[in-house]
């Protein structure tokens, strides 16, 4: 079945800093792929997503793009700020059938 | 546009008392899903459901659990008889429609205590 692999945490970068948080994901056919960021004490919040292979999603400085020949969805930063911590998750979506990564919890350090 | 919407957002029972759980998916969404979090854990799925409907149940406990999505008013997950191991978060998300592009979009979630 799909399922998504992501990077484990945690993460502690210092501001400014660049972050790449990996993602793979196993898949039939042709899913779409999410990025979503949980605050403490708060919901998900969709950050990001591609729908098709070579697609970038991009959202407040974040990045990800759809990498079939790697099945992979990596999330980037070129400089975080400490108001990025949080927990970023990496989801697909195969048919109305949403699987999540385990989250990456990330702290960013003034 | 309001958002999906939870409630009660914290819920402390006592084991062996019953628990509802409420959530007004976003306005024009007829598709909800129910998802568990443990501390410190990512989302496990629970069910899907539409209108009056069960579509997929594969995570859900096979017993004290319950979910229904009534024509009229919220969706509602009902946990009796609970126990400690209940205690976590429980995030409602909907999404407009079926297919792989629609992403699900999440309520603020309801965090159960069990004591």
């Known amino acids: 079945g799909n399922s998504v692999t992501q990077m484990e945490g945690p993460v502690t970068l210092s501001e400014e800093a660049f972050l790449t948080i990996n993602c793979t994901y196993t898949a039939t056919g042709y899913p779409s792929l999410f990025w979503y960021v949980q605050y403490p004490g708060e919901g998900l919040q969709l950050l990001l997503k591609?729908?098709?292979?070579?697609d970038k999603g991009s959202n407040k400085g974040f990045e990800a793009t759809y990498r079939k020949e790697t099945t992979s969805f990596h999330l980037e930063k070129g400089s975080v700020q400490v108001s990025d911590s949080a927990v970023y998750f990496c989801?697909?979506?195969?048919?109305?059938?949403?699987?999540f990564g385990a989250g990456t919890r990330l702290t960013v350090k003034p | 546009n309001a958002g999906v919407m939870q409630n009660p957002r914290h819920l402390v029972r006592r084991r062996g008392q019953e628990a509802r759980l409420r959530c007004s998916p976003m306005k024009g969404h007829s598709h909800v899903y129910w998802y568990r979090q443990l501390p410190e854990e990512g989302l496990k799925f629970m069910v899907y459901l539409q209108k009056e409907n069960i579509i997929d149940e594969s995570g859900m406990p096979k017993e004290r659990f319950s979910a229904e999505f009534p024509k009229e008013g919220p969706s509602i997950l009902r946990i009796q008889q609970v126990v400690r191991g209940d205690s976590a978060a429980y995030f409602c998300?909907?999404?407009?429609?079926?297919?792989?592009?629609?992403?699900?979009?999440f309520g603020p979630g309801t965090r159960l205590t069990v004591t």
């Open positions: 989801a697909l979506n195969g048919n109305n059938d949403m699987r």
């Open positions: 998300a909907s999404s407009p429609d079926r297919g792989h592009s629609y992403e699900q979009y």
């Open positions: 591609a729908t098709k292979a070579d």
